[in-house]
């Protein structure tokens, strides 16, 4: 690696010279805050060890702006022991790890070789990262529909708090994709987003899962486990479908609400975390709570901040959503796919979407393999999505009690009392609903 050491003494600098040049390493030496930026700036390195007594100044001062000029360089701070607290300060300034006074030549390779191990992996997650978000389409959050455009303002004027969320709806609605854009508008972005699926596991393996668990605290703990809440120390942890926490377990989730502490299963001691929690449901938690299955204390600390997802049915925006899906998939196959024939649109915005967001993009994944040709046609999506809600009952005549589903009766019925209307408001005043409701459900149904 190419390496800056910023020392004013010249024994450290000789010191650290040796050391690093014995083990293959280039190295430039700087005696001041001022020359070691000069230095960077000019010539880009891989590390530098920065003392944090620089003579009269302050090596403190001197980690943002090195940080600010490379942020992927490994920083390392050396300090006399006495400065211990110094040298934790440095971290949270930046500062990857620390070097204490005396050190020996294989004291400095190891720092070094630990912070690039760890800065590899690092590199490793974003790269991971990078290809999941290649193969996964996000949901859009530009939404165009005015309840989502309400929702969304609403999340980001909740997402710089620490205070804990509840994010409500149907399966599929993209409460997940929301949790994690909470934690990326918040100041937390920076740290670990960590994801606990609570129906994954029985009480005591999530408990381990969550927790944490010291080595013999059960059969099959070989080593100390860490957990999901340690893993997200100065980020977030998000609670996927906590209706489905057991029992057993939520006394222990509630006191850590309270007192963002915890223990190890199989510890006695008490542990601490700085964590921002936010949870997900699709289940109806009041109800819950009235049999006895969720407790209403618990319920009182994760809905401090509420945030109800809506199904995509009462959405007006299904269509654009498609597009976005469709560009993303035409990309990722490279084919060509210019967007959706009539048919198909119609099919689309009056399709109720049981599966929510999550069944949008299996159809529109679906369509972009089948497609023949550059448009997505009727017959390319699922039967489900393009036979539509008349022919989804047995046909026919619309008749109250007769044969046929809900859906196909509201749909004649909403047409009727348009045709029968001399404008919207008059339709929507008729129907008991809003314009915008109607307008959402003229847009799903096609009308």
Not at 163 to 173: M, Y
Request: hydrophobic letters at 45%; aromatic letters at 4%.
């Amino acid at each position: 690696m190419k390496i800056l050491v910023v020392d004013d003494e010249p024994n450290v600098r000789r010191t650290l010279r040796i050391a690093l040049e014995a083990a293959g390493h280039e190295v430039r030496e700087a005696t001041s805050g001022a020359e070691a930026l000069s230095s960077v700036g000019h010539r880009p390195c891989d590390a530098a060890l920065v003392d944090l007594r620089l003579g009269g100044e302050s090596g403190l001062n001197l980690i943002g702006p090195l940080r600010e000029q490379a942020p992927r360089m490994i920083l390392v701070v050396i300090t006399a022991h006495a400065s211990i607290d110094s040298a934790v300060e440095a971290m949270r300034r930046g500062a990857d790890d620390y070097l204490p006074k005396p050190f020996t030549p294989a004291e400095v390779r190891a720092v070094l070789d630990r912070v690039a191990r760890q800065r590899g992996l690092r590199d490793r997650v974003e790269a991971l990262e990078d290809q999941v978000r290649r193969e996964v389409p996000e949901t859009s959050l530009d939404a165009r529909d005015p309840a989502m455009a309400r929702l969304l303002e609403l999340a980001r004027r909740v997402a710089p708090t620490d205070a804990a969320v509840l994010i409500r709806g149907e399966s599929g609605t993209g409460k997940g994709v929301l949790a994690r854009a909470l934690h990326g508008w918040s100041g937390r972005a920076g740290g670990p987003f960590v994801t606990v699926s609570c129906p994954s596991l029985g009480a005591e393996l999530l408990e381990s899962e969550l927790f944490g668990h010291a080595k013999g605290a059960f059969t099959g703990a070989v080593r100390d486990t860490v957990g999901k809440v340690a893993a997200a120390e100065g980020g977030t942890l998000f609670l996927d479908e906590v209706g489905d926490l057991p029992v057993a377990l939520q006394p222990k989730l509630l006191r850590f609400l309270q007192e963002k502490r915890y223990e190890r299963v199989g510890e006695a001691s008490e542990r601490q975390a700085d964590v921002r929690l936010i949870a997900a449901t699709n289940r109806d938690l009041e109800a819950m709570v009235a049999d006895g299955t969720f407790r209403d204390d618990l319920l009182y600390r994760l809905n401090i901040l509420e945030i109800g997802m809506p199904p995509l049915r009462e959405r007006a925006d299904s269509l654009e959503l498609a597009d976005h899906l469709l560009a993303f998939f035409a990309q990722q196959s490279g084919r060509r796919l210019i967007g959706f024939t009539s048919e198909a649109r119609a099919a689309i915005g009056r399709h109720s979407w049981p599966g929510n967001l999550r069944e949008l993009r299996n159809a529109v994944e679906r369509a972009a393999i089948l497609a023949a040709g550059p448009e997505i046609g009727l017959a390319d999506l699922p039967e489900r999505v393009a036979r539509g809600p008349l022919e989804a009952g047995h046909g026919g005549e619309v008749e109250v009690g007769g044969p046929m589903t809900l859906e196909a009766l509201e749909v004649e019925h909403i047409r009727r009392v348009l045709a029968a209307s001399g404008s919207l408001d008059e339709a929507a005043r008729t129907l008991g609903v809003d314009p915008s409701t109607l307008f959402r459900k003229r847009r799903k149904y096609g009308l």
